[in-house]
Nanobody, 120 residues
Framework: QMQLVESGGGSVQAGGSLKLSCAAS????????MGWLRQAPGKEREWVAT????????FYADFVEGRFTVSRDNDKNMLYLQMNNLKPGITATYYC?????????????WGQGTQVTVSS
């Protein structure tokens, strides 16, 4: 079973950028479609972005509005999420997971997450 460790979260001012990383412990990372999801306190987990196993296709939630880029390095078993122009008032834990689709039920297993706080 794939094990995932997210990192790169932190506090940033609105308009700033962060790059999240996800390290996958699995022999054949390149076999898997991967996604990023997030969960704000008191809210349901929601899908953010997906990248196919080759990295050839990417998909984003509407709220991303072109500000995020998902990428992967299959040689290093790494998944990334570059987030630019972050909006204020957003505090959420970001998770990476294997899967494809636009609902959390399409993904699993989960890492422990990395928290992102955007201040105004």
């Amino acid at each position: 079973q794939m094990q995932l460790v997210e990192s790169g979260g932190g506090s940033v001012q609105a308009g700033g950028s962060l790059k999240l990383s996800c390290a996958a412990s699995v022999r054949t990372f390149s076999d898997f479609n991967m996604g990023w999801l997030r969960q704000a306190p008191g809210k349901e987990r929601e899908w953010v972005a997906t990248i196919t196993w080759t990295g050839g296709s990417t998909f984003y939630a509407d709220f991303v509005e072109g500000r995020f880029t998902v990428s992967r390095d299959n040689d290093k078993n790494m998944l990334y999420l570059q987030m630019n122009n972050l909006k204020p008032g957003i505090t959420a834990t970001y998770y990476c997971a294997e899967g494809r689709g636009d609902t959390p039920q399409d993904y699993g297993p989960w890492g422990q997450g990395t928290q992102v706080t955007v201040s105004s």
